[in-house]
């Protein structure tokens, strides 16, 4: 009786204990999952980047809406108020931001309106008032404002601007691939194509005028 209760509590033991080892063995294999995938995941950074008001996000290839737009309005505000003392800080303001592809050429510009300002003692000031992005092209974006050109004799001359950038994420940081300044409203992908279309519909009409 005694040995019957004996094997029977040993084989339960050897049971369990194979149980207790299997599920050993299955938290295991669950914890390398996880720390694999930890490894493998992008760290994401909740901050707030100049000019915006609202949290955002950004992790090492992209980030929200409100941080990019965030970021294409601080650079538009930088290089649309440019006085000939602020020149150099707004220079070393955009410089980190600028794509290698793009640096020299950025820089030329910066340079040559510093000087065209101070030349002609005249100061600049921006005042934006939308920031769109593209539908077709979600890396592009247009910030829009009035532009205040103060002179020597002090009356600021207006004119309606756009700032057209294109800004990526790389290393947590936006990065500047393309910049462009023009008067007028934003030259988007589909005004592009209109513009375009009856440029193509204007010389068809000259053509057949002539014939």
Not at 205 to 211: D, K, L
């Amino acid at each position: 009786m005694l040995i019957d209760n004996f094997k029977r509590t040993f084989r339960g033991t050897v049971s369990e204990n194979k149980f207790l080892r299997g599920m050993v063995i299955a938290l295991l294999a669950i914890d390398l999952l996880a720390i694999v995938g930890w490894l493998n995941k992008n760290t994401v950074i909740d901050m707030q980047p100049p000019t915006l008001a609202e949290r955002a996000w950004v992790d090492e290839s992209s980030a929200s809406d409100e941080f990019v737009e965030g970021w294409a309005l601080y650079i538009a505000d930088r290089l649309g108020n440019v006085t000939p003392s602020s020149s150099k800080v707004i220079r070393k303001s955009i410089e980190p931001l600028l794509d290698t592809d793009i640096y020299q050429d950025v820089v030329n510009k910066i340079e040559a309106q510093v000087l065209q300002i101070r030349q002609d003692r005249v100061t600049l000031r921006f005042q934006p008032k939308d920031v769109l992005r593209d539908r077709e092209n979600n890396k592009k974006f247009y910030v829009t404002g009035r532009s205040f050109m103060t002179g020597p004799n002090g009356k600021p001359v207006p004119k309606n601007v756009t700032y057209e950038l294109d800004l990526k994420v790389k290393n947590y940081k936006p990065v500047l691939t393309y910049i462009d300044t023009y008067e007028g409203k934003p030259k988007t992908e589909d005004v592009i194509r209109r513009q375009e279309k009856t440029a193509q519909a204007r010389k068809r009409m000259e053509q057949t005028n002539e014939m």
